[in-house]
């Protein structure tokens, strides 16, 4: 069952910036860490950020690492990743998932990025 709602995607030029948010389906829940994660066309999904609940404790892959800030509101239950000076190689479908991955994740749609001239 799909649990998550990514959204903020887009085409953005090499050195633009991006919010993307995330919204959790189920209001009951209540996900302690939660991440980003990006799959690049072809390729598996890999962790961009992840997050504690009080939002005190982060990661950040060092492909992005200074580039991306990855955030959560508690009480609306979402989770945000705000990326700046992007280039071609952060073009991919982004999505939010719990952390660490469960065995079977149930990836949502997520939100694809492109960056382009």
């Known amino acids: 069952q799909v649990q998550f709602a990514e959204s903020g995607g887009g085409l953005v030029q090499p050195g633009g910036s991006l919010r993307l948010s995330c919204a959790t389906l189920d209001r009951t829940a209540n996900h302690y860490f939660m991440a980003w994660f990006r799959q690049p066309s072809g390729k598996e999904h890999e962790l961009v950020a992840n997050?504690?609940?009080?939002?005190?404790?982060?990661y950040y892959a060092d492909s992005v690492k200074g580039r991306v800030t990855i955030s959560r509101d508690n009480t609306k239950k979402e989770l945000y990743l705000r990326m700046t000076n992007l280039t071609p190689e952060d073009t991919a479908v982004y999505y939010c998932?719990?952390?660490?991955?469960?065995?079977?994740?149930?990836w949502g749609r997520g939100t694809q990025v492109t960056v382009s001239s």
């Open positions: 997050i504690n609940w009080a939002g005190d404790v982060t």
């Open positions: 998932y719990t952390f660490p991955l469960p065995q079977s994740p149930a």
